[in-house]
């Protein structure tokens, strides 16, 4: 009899997408990915989501491309009530089993929390997000309290060797070409 042990909870959780709404009667659920390739959520193992502050695990038993969206069926969630109470739970990996990436590709959950620095020395701020627009991410930088030029956030545009001049993720500092009052 082997002994059946839960996975360790994460140390460093990386959100990797999100539980929609039921589909069908028999516990299947829609998913919405934000890896690069969408299936690839199903390559990052195991699955957490955080439910009144603990950690639970969820398994994968099967999924599939279903229309415009992917559907999962996970271990144990058998019937539609069971599936809707996971509804828009978000789906947790540990960052550890995130690939090394090579030259300028970074993670967005590397550059969140960077100083955001001009050339000419301006510090423009604080990463706390990123937004995805199609054509080019862009990074959204809460300024400091005393901004010179009155600003509360601005938008940068994570255009590499264009904007972006230099990311030292040791130092926690990007710096850009880019004029602080606008």
Excluded at 70 to 83: E, F
Excluded at 102 to 119: A, H, N, P, Q
């Amino acid at each position: 009899m082997s002994k059946h042990t839960n996975p360790q909870a994460p140390s460093d959780p990386i959100v990797l997408g999100k539980l929609g709404s039921s589909y069908g009667i028999k516990g299947w659920l829609r998913v919405f990915s934000s890896t690069e390739n969408t299936e690839s959520i199903f390559d990052y193992q195991p699955w957490f989501i955080q439910r009144n502050g603990v950690w639970q695990h969820i398994e994968p038993e099967d999924w599939k491309s279903h229309n415009q969206d992917m559907i999962v069926k996970l271990k144990g969630v058998d019937d539609r009530d069971a599936a809707n109470v996971l509804t828009n739970a978000e789906i947790v990996v540990d960052s550890s089993q995130l690939p090394e990436l090579d030259g300028d590709d970074y993670y967005w959950k590397d550059l969140m929390g960077c100083r955001v620095v001009t050339t000419g020395g301006y510090d423009l701020g604080t990463v706390t997000d990123l937004m995805e627009t199609g054509s080019n991410d862009v990074l959204v930088i809460k300024a400091n309290l005393k901004d010179a030029f009155g600003m509360k956030e601005r938008l940068v545009p994570f255009l590499d060797g264009q904007v972006i001049r230099k990311v030292d993720l040791t130092e926690k500092l990007i710096e850009v070409e880019w004029d602080p009052g606008f």
